[in-house]
């Protein structure tokens, strides 16, 4: 959460103190609620957050834009506000939002065989069938997955994802994996955890909002006429259900409107118009999300005809995996020589006991830092190892 006194505001925007983020877009996708002073009680969401600078790069202004208006209007040195994210000012109503889980599973053609990714959810929260977030269809799936816990004492979690294995997802998987790299299991694939609300998923999801026809005379610019006009402003995310005509469903943004008719871009051409349905969420946003977190398959657990199992950890705790992956040692270069690493292109050649010879065919470095030295010099050397390591007083 971040709070403060403003710096001044206006019926769209606030001005916030010189504690907040210096980042753009930081703030974007949250809520900011007037704490007190002028217009306390207000809740708005963030649509936009800029970092104005001046001519020489000093920041100026840290300006929230918001969806919607203030009134009245934030005043400075008197208005205060607090910022929390959507999902977290949702979860604290007294009714709130259902939780969706969602989950996508990255393969890797170098140790897979192919690059894709799969996306599944749970079918829970009466969302019995696909569901579409961010423009993705994600496969409904039953899943139970646990073990995402974390503990300031003791290990990293080991989080297991267990899938049904009904329809052989988690077979085929494994077998595409094995095909590739005999007794990978899958190991190594990235498993992405994706924790929003109901409120905010895609349009798609929603039973239709509006009804009307749509006129397409060959272009990419399509008009939508709604029976009995509509809400919708320009900019929203809408999704089109094509009921007849030659146009293609799909999720679309707004680009105009006139009355109760809208325009949106088509990725296609259409000749012929028809009838349609329209989808609208209000508030919808993909960026409304908990943490995102990832994971890499570790191994598979559990495999028979009902489920499929695989151990998750974390990128840093992975068997036979040291970090730092390079060793820390004193007295000898882990530079390739002559390497973009090393960096020497000199005519000054060097045996390996670092005696000076006349041909590059006889030039070897021995990997101490003295070799180093007779090569460049004092000052700033490319050696690669740590040569205050073992030093003691």
Request: charged residues 15%.
């Amino acid at each position: 959460m971040t709070a403060g006194t403003c710096l001044g505001g206006s019926s769209t925007t606030i001005n916030l103190a010189t504690t907040a983020s210096d980042v753009d877009s930081a703030y974007r996708g949250m809520s900011i609620t007037l704490t007190g002073g002028t217009g306390s009680g207000q809740t708005r969401y963030i649509s936009g957050y800029r970092i104005d600078r001046d001519a020489s790069d000093n920041v100026v202004g840290r300006v929230v834009i918001i969806d919607g208006t203030f009134s009245p209007v934030p005043v400075s040195g008197s208005t205060t506000y607090s910022i929390v994210s959507k999902t977290q000012a949702e979860l604290q109503l007294l009714s709130p939002s259902a939780i969706i889980e969602l989950y996508q599973i990255t393969l890797y053609a170098d140790l897979h065989g192919v690059s894709d990714t799969y996306y599944f959810h749970a079918g829970t929260n009466d969302l019995y069938g696909n569901l579409v977030y961010d423009q993705n269809t994600y496969t409904r799936l039953p899943i139970i997955a646990d073990g995402f816990e974390y503990s300031s004492k003791g290990p990293l979690p080991r989080p297991k994802l267990q899938l049904s294995n009904l329809s052989d997802v988690g077979t085929q998987l494994v077998l595409l994996s094995n095909g590739f790299n005999p007794g990978s299991d899958v190991s190594g694939a990235k498993v992405t955890r994706i924790r929003t609300l109901k409120k905010f998923i895609d349009a798609a999801n929603f039973a239709a909002t509006y009804t009307g026809t749509y006129n397409q005379p060959g272009t990419q610019t399509v008009t939508v006429t709604i029976a009995g006009g509509h809400t919708l402003q320009v900019g929203n995310n809408v999704y089109i259900n094509i009921l007849t005509g030659s146009a293609t469903d799909g999720p679309r943004t707004i680009t105009a409107i006139t009355a109760t008719t809208f325009t949106y871009t088509a990725p296609d051409q259409p000749t012929a118009s028809g009838n349609v349905n329209v989808s609208y969420n209000a508030t919808a946003d993909p960026l409304a999300r908990m943490p995102t977190e990832v994971y890499l398959i570790d191994n598979r657990t559990q495999e028979n005809r009902d489920v499929v199992v695989f151990e998750l950890a974390s990128a840093i705790d992975l068997d036979g995996v040291r970090i730092p992956k390079r060793q820390v040692i004193a007295n000898l270069c882990q530079w390739r020589y002559r390497s973009a690493e090393c960096s020497y292109t000199g005519t000054n050649y060097f045996n390996n006991e670092d005696q000076s010879v006349a041909t590059a065919n006889l030039d070897v470095c021995g990997k101490r830092l003295s070799s180093c030295k007779k090569r460049f010099g004092t000052g700033t050397l490319p050696f690669g190892s740590f040569p205050g390591v073992g030093q003691r007083r």
